[in-house]
């Protein structure tokens, strides 16, 4: 397999006539047409001479990098991640490595390795708590939240796959979360419980007595104690898979990573609990409940509560496990990750219980 001899040009955005002859240096079939599969080398072409179809060198190039990113891991960087080319410095002095053939710093003659100095590109433009809870932890928690909520795929594409990751920031995200889940409830029904009586208040008597809503918290401090347990167990279980780790050459380090990142759903359930059951109880007034005999009060029954409270501690277990796996799948490329997240899970969940049922045991 041939090298790339000089990686990243001085040109911010490599013109395509450079990108072309580097990829086909490394191999003259990849660049192809998306349509029919006809071999293209000439920059310029806008038809497929082979079927006719319109041809954007560059997305087709791009598409070469991306799909073949071990190969191209330096043309990546800054095609497809389109990471700033200022951000590519010297990681002992800063001094800008742009255009740069050999791997010794002009500047403070250290020798140095593309890829931490990639990595640390990206922990330098990459929003992430991991990188910037020190710098700017609101925003950066935000914007973890964010992506791995909404779009967990995008956040291990967002991970560089060969730094270090750091445990500090890591244990902290985890407690975080632990403080989110804990606490979650109770700032929800700060804010609802008072709307929701003022709501009650401009609405119709509609011939029910008045009624007053409390959000007291359905889960007690001691389920608090088996969440912390159940987090411990998990994550000593997922590092136990040692064999797993070795084979795919997995730190223990880039687990703590995977496991700080499952939980970011699951943590707001409680909150999300709150919300819903506000809305269950809104439904008091347009849905036909029945009505207590005594005062014509309509009732909700306790198990539609209690059915909320499962739903919610099933769809954060899942998503855990759905999370956990897209983690071992996407960034540690371990590819039976599911059944480890499945067997973690279910070990942690003994753990837990099995200390609570120690500790609560009447002698
Ligand atoms: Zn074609
Ligand atoms: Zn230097």
Redesign the pocket.
């Known amino acids: 397999m041939n090298e790339i001899s000089h990686p990243i040009s001085e040109s911010t955005s490599l013109a395509t006539r450079e990108m072309i002859d580097q990829i086909v240096a490394v191999d003259p079939e990849l660049l192809?047409?998306?349509?029919?599969?006809?071999i293209?080398h000439e920059d310029g072409t806008d038809h497929?001479?082979?079927?006719?179809?319109d041809?954007d060198m560059r997305n087709i190039c791009k598409h070469a990098i991306d799909t073949n990113h071990e190969r191209f891991k330096l043309l990546w960087y800054t095609q497809v991640a389109e990471l700033p080319v200022e951000d590519l410095c010297c990681t002992n002095c800063a001094y800008r490595l742009v255009g740069l053939t050999t791997n010794r710093c002009p500047e403070c003659g250290e020798e140095f390795d593309w890829d931490n100095v990639c990595d640390a590109a990206i922990s330098k433009s990459c929003m992430l708590f991991e990188f910037q809870w020190f710098a700017d932890p609101l925003k950066s928690l935000a914007k973890t939240y964010w992506i791995g909520v909404t779009s967990p795929f995008r956040l291990w594409r967002t991970y560089p796959r060969s730094d270090t990751p750091r445990v500090t920031p890591l244990v902290i995200l985890i407690l975080v979360q632990w403080l989110v889940f804990a606490r979650g409830w109770h700032a929800m029904a700060l804010a609802i419980d008072p709307l929701m009586n003022k709501f009650i208040a401009v609405l119709p008597g509609l011939g029910t007595p008045r009624m007053r809503f409390t959000y007291g918290p359905r889960y007690e401090n001691n389920d608090l104690i088996t969440y912390a347990l159940w987090s411990v167990g998990t994550l000593l279980t997922l590092q136990l898979f040692v064999q797993s780790k070795r084979e795919h050459r997995v730190h223990w380090r880039q687990v703590l990573r995977v496991f700080a990142h499952s939980t970011l759903l699951a943590s707001l359930c409680t909150a999300l609990w709150c919300v819903l059951e506000a809305v269950l109880d809104s439904t008091l007034y347009y849905l036909p409940w029945p009505q207590d005999s005594r005062n014509n009060a309509k009732i909700i029954a306790f198990e539609y509560y209690a059915g909320l409270g499962n739903c919610m501690m099933g769809l954060a277990l899942a998503s855990i496990w759905v999370m956990l796996w897209i983690g071992y799948k996407k960034y540690l490329r371990i590819p039976h990750g599911w059944a480890i997240a499945a067997v973690a899970l279910f070990v942690g969940h003994l753990a837990a219980q099995c200390v609570n049922i120690a500790s609560s045991w009447e002698y």
């Open positions: 192809r047409c998306q349509t029919c599969g006809y293209i497929c001479p082979e079927c006719g179809v041809i």
